[in-house]
């Protein structure tokens, strides 16, 4: 072998572990949405169980959206403290065992206690995944990041089947969420292994305990405030509209959730492609056309055949775009950790009031109404999708920067500050 090839290529190293951090936050996407749709399915046995009426578990469902708000901005300490890898570990842990948490509350104060705790690791988790997500897009050079938010959905819906199967049995909550938390925390221990262990320069400036979202996070941030705002919407609504709106039977109407949510998990599955071809903002682009078009169906549907392939074009045009919002993010600063965090701080927001102002709306004027300003907010994306421009930019500058770092001898690099997998 000739002193050049031996020079220029990468080692081998360099071409499999990325590789393979690619698989295990593949992993860990899975695991955290599967303690997610774990919960998810029990919600009504936690509502027969404490004697529940709506508005009270309404309240009490408010408290995750909460936590994760309030907890998210302290992600970024963690990660600096700790590394990315123990930090993701830690806080991944603690997500799964919070999921033993609210099936035991004797009452309503303390299932908000519960659930405020749950919601807050699950948002620093988040805000953790996320961060490592973003580094090893980069390393790779090509997207990913919308096939790990698939990676999620499938994780919640097979999360969910067995705990529709638990329902189905009539197992006590308390035991099944208590045996599935002990079950994802010991698949999270092996699964963070191949992890890599980013860690801070020693010279730079540990983030404040609490962190607002830098300014350049939010015009971000607005992009997937839009896409949450009518994921949110559609999500908790559709069920509702397909009924009262279009007469669909209860039965369609019951199975508009699992529809929807597959219909996001197939496209986040997919999306990867469709981001390496057209770009950030030309993606988020067709995805707000997308999904205007599934919302304008919505509005003018007088009967579930229209409907019900308006929600599926719905689903299928937001997909990509927090994952989109997440890796901008994560490009456009020196802290992805507070970045993302500020990203994810506005578009769970969104999240969190987008049923009550559907329903508020729905009350003053009609469900109909409602889902106009859904279709507005999707039109939106095709206005605002250049504020992923600066980020898709940096990532290109950042791809070239890194192949002439490849193509370097070992002798060259040494002594360099660069991450290390």
Known sequence: MSEHSTTSAPPMEALTAPRRARVSIALVFGVH??????????IPWIQHHLDLSPGRLGLALVMPAIGSSLAMPLAGRFVHRYGGRAAVRGLLSLWC????LPAPAPSLPVLCAALLVFGATAGMADVAMNAQGVEIEQRLGRSIMSGL???WSAGGLLASGFGILAAHLDLDARLQLAVTALVLLALAQPVCRGLPDLRAPEQAEAPPHFALPPRSSLVIGLVGFCAVFAE???MD???VYLRDVTGASATLAAASYTAFAGTMAVSRLAGDAVIRRLGAVRATRLGGAVATTGGLLVVAADGPALAIPGFALIGIGIAVIVPLAFAAAGRIGSNPSQAIAGVATVTYTSGLVAPAIIGTL???TSLTVSFGLVTALTFALLLSAGALRRAEQNSATENTARENVTTMSPESTSGKNLPTL
Do not use: E, I, P
């Open 237 to 239: 609504w559709s069920g």
């Open 232 to 234: 949110g919407a559609s």
């Open 149 to 151: 938010h698939g990676m």
């Open 97 to 100: 065992l919070a999921l033993a």
């Open 33 to 42: 949405g599967a303690v997610s749709g774990s919960f998810v399915t029990r």
């Open 362 to 364: 729905a009350q003053a």
